[in-house]
């Protein structure tokens, strides 16, 4: 007998699995076996969220870190 799934712990878990699956792109180490069992578990929306505010993490972090190497 299955419980039934909490729509919003499934929607964390699946929010969860996107942080993870961006956070291995970005690194580039993802095994083909690994990264196709993560696209069944997430949702494109949650990659494409995660994806992006990634990406502003990266440029705001670069750009400090190069005004902090000029400054000094």
Same mark, same amino acid.
């Given at each position: ?7 919003? *712990? #499934?929607?964390? #878990? ?12 970005? /690194? =580039?180490?993802?095994?083909?076996? *690994?990264?196709?069992?993560? /696209? ?8 494409? *969220?995660? =994806?992006?505010?990634? @990406? /502003? /993490? ?7 870190? @190069?005004?902090? @190497?000029?400054?000094?």
């Amino acid at each position: 007998m299955t419980t039934p799934v909490d729509k919003t *712990a #499934q929607s964390s #878990q699946s929010a969860w699995h996107s942080v993870r699956l961006v956070a291995w792109s970005f /690194l =580039g180490i993802r095994s083909k076996a *690994a990264y196709q069992d993560d /696209l069944t578990k997430v949702n494109p929306m949650h990659v494409v *969220a995660v =994806g992006l505010v990634g @990406v /502003l /993490l990266l440029v705001v972090g670069l750009i400090s870190l @190069v005004n902090w @190497v000029v400054a000094k």
